[in-house]
């Protein structure tokens, strides 16, 4: 934690500085701006949103760091979301799942592009300055060029007020020259301003990876295996670092939402599986699993258990599946989804409403932990 505060510090003090000088030096900033308002307007809007977008990325790591350190230090009770390390987390939680040296480096790679995709935002700003202020460059030698031609196409050398005339059509091309300079200073400056600031968050961004890759390689070789029973669960099921991805994504759209997820379980022991449960009873399991048999199987066990179920409750249970294959089934709550991004649409339509009142509280708590037991013993006993 320590590096990571060390450069929200860096930040916080660079930011600090900058608005300091901007108010010192207002009125030279505000003069430099309306040179050319437009274009300047536009270059110092994309500045003040690089480095909102800076400081958001960097805030937006403080559950990632916390989590991690949690987890590691046997603190069971942290009550942090990671998203970034949402596939490490899901893999750590299930304890039925064996992470092997193969299956770590790929949950690696996967954190390090996710990494990497969120440091392409801020790097196309940065470029993005650089442009405008090319483009201001460009814009105002056009203006210039063009005024001069102007210039020297209408004079007059036998008018006898051509100096002062010259003078009044000159403003045009000097115009041209003051956008030229202001916009390349103010690109420039912001491009700087925004860099600086986007090689902090990359700092923190490396930190929080080389200390996932050190705990995570701890982790591996201290549990090189469990038990028998999980050896022989992970050598006949293998989970991959894909599956934990796809696993994750579905588990945020349940999120998003506004479902309340259960933790990562296994059907028959094998194939991984989210639980979330929403308002008005309704429970849904969501697997990436495509075996007709086990999804009946599922679907017919779910309806077994809750066919008597609390006094004036009466679950509404669905099984979701995510795959390409269309198995055809009869049951109409067995439900197929090509995608996550299918998923994902289908749970924004049908988003959860969350309890507001106290008594509705107490009786999705009630609910909830009902499913919750219900479901341990349907399937984590078979773990």
Same mark, same amino acid.
């Given at each position: 934690?320590?590096?990571?505060?060390?450069?929200?510090?860096?930040?916080?003090?660079?930011?600090?500085?900058?608005?300091?000088?901007?108010?010192?030096?207002?009125?030279?900033?505000?003069?430099?701006?309306?040179?050319?308002?437009?274009?300047?307007?536009?270059?110092?809007?994309?500045?003040?949103?690089?480095?909102?977008?800076?400081?958001?990325?960097?805030?937006?790591?403080?559950?990632?760091?916390?989590?991690?350190?949690?987890?590691?230090?046997?603190?069971?009770?942290?009550?942090?979301?990671?998203?970034?390390?949402?596939?490490?987390?899901?893999?750590?939680?299930?304890?039925?799942?064996?992470?092997?040296?193969?299956?770590?480096?790929?949950?690696?790679?996967?954190?390090?592009?996710?990494?990497?995709?969120?440091?392409?935002?801020?790097?196309?700003?940065?470029?993005?300055?650089?442009?405008?202020?090319?483009?201001?460059?460009?814009?105002?030698?056009?203006?210039?060029?063009?005024?001069?031609?102007?210039?020297?196409?209408?004079?007059?050398?036998?008018?006898?007020?051509?100096?002062?005339?010259?003078?009044?059509?000159?403003?045009?091309?000097?115009?041209?020259?003051?956008?030229? =300079?202001?916009?390349? @200073?103010?690109?420039? $400056?912001?491009? +700087?301003?925004?860099?600086?600031?986007?090689?902090? !968050?990359? #700092? *923190?961004?490396?930190?929080?990876?080389?200390?996932?890759?050190?705990?995570?390689?701890?982790?591996?070789?201290?549990?090189?295996?469990?038990?028998?029973?999980?050896?022989?669960?992970?050598?006949?099921?293998?989970?991959?670092?894909?599956?934990?991805?796809?696993?994750?994504?579905?588990?945020?759209?349940?999120?998003?939402?506004?479902?309340?997820?259960?933790?990562?379980?296994?059907?028959?022991?094998?194939?991984?599986?989210?639980?979330?449960?929403?308002?008005?009873?309704?429970? =849904?399991?969501?697997? @990436?699993?495509?075996? $007709?048999?086990? +999804?009946?199987?599922?679907?017919?066990?779910?309806? !077994?258990? #809750? *066919?008597?179920?609390?006094?004036?409750?009466?679950?509404?249970?669905?099984?979701?599946?995510?795959?390409?294959?269309?198995?055809?089934?009869?049951?109409?709550?067995?439900?197929?989804?090509?995608?996550?991004?299918?998923?994902?649409?289908?749970?924004?339509?049908?988003?959860?409403?969350?309890?507001?009142?106290?008594?509705?509280?107490?009786?999705?708590?009630?609910?909830?932990?009902?499913?919750?037991?219900?479901?341990?013993?349907?399937?984590?006993?078979?773990?």
């Amino acid at each position: 934690m320590k590096r990571f505060h060390r450069n929200l510090n860096i930040m916080s003090i660079f930011a600090a500085v900058l608005l300091a000088l901007g108010i010192i030096f207002w009125q030279t900033l505000l003069n430099i701006a309306i040179t050319n308002v437009f274009l300047n307007g536009v270059i110092i809007g994309v500045t003040l949103f690089g480095i909102g977008l800076c400081f958001v990325n960097i805030f937006g790591l403080l559950p990632e760091y916390k989590w991690l350190h949690a987890y590691f230090d046997g603190r069971a009770d942290y009550g942090y979301n990671p998203k970034l390390l949402r596939p490490i987390s899901m893999a750590l939680h299930n304890k039925h799942i064996h992470i092997t040296p193969t299956t770590l480096s790929e949950l690696l790679d996967m954190v390090a592009s996710r990494i990497e995709d969120r440091r392409d935002s801020v790097r196309y700003i940065t470029n993005t300055l650089i442009f405008l202020g090319l483009l201001g460059t460009f814009w105002g030698l056009i203006i210039t060029v063009g005024g001069f031609a102007s210039l020297l196409m209408n004079i007059d050398f036998e008018d006898p007020l051509v100096l002062q005339n010259m003078q009044i059509a000159m403003a045009g091309p000097l115009s041209g020259m003051a956008t030229a =300079f202001t916009s390349s @200073l103010l690109g420039l $400056a912001g491009s +700087l301003i925004v860099g600086f600031l986007g090689l902090q !968050l990359q #700092f *923190a961004q490396n930190t929080i990876f080389e200390e996932l890759t050190d705990f995570m390689s701890q982790y591996v070789l201290q549990n090189p295996t469990t038990n028998e029973k999980v050896a022989k669960i992970s050598e006949s099921a293998p989970v991959n670092a894909y599956t934990f991805t796809k696993i994750s994504e579905i588990h945020d759209a349940f999120v998003d939402a506004n479902y309340e997820v259960r933790d990562l379980i296994r059907i028959d022991g094998i194939y991984p599986a989210i639980v979330a449960i929403g308002t008005d009873e309704k429970m =849904f399991i969501a697997t @990436l699993n495509n075996d $007709a048999t086990v +999804l009946q199987n599922v679907m017919k066990r779910i309806e !077994l258990c #809750f *066919a008597d179920t609390l006094e004036g409750v009466t679950i509404n249970a669905r099984v979701f599946y995510i795959s390409n294959k269309d198995l055809h089934l009869n049951n109409p709550y067995i439900v197929r989804f090509a995608s996550v991004n299918d998923l994902k649409r289908y749970l924004m339509k049908n988003e959860n409403v969350r309890p507001k009142t106290k008594h509705d509280h107490e009786m999705f708590d009630a609910y909830s932990k009902y499913i919750g037991t219900a479901v341990d013993y349907l399937f984590k006993s078979n773990n």
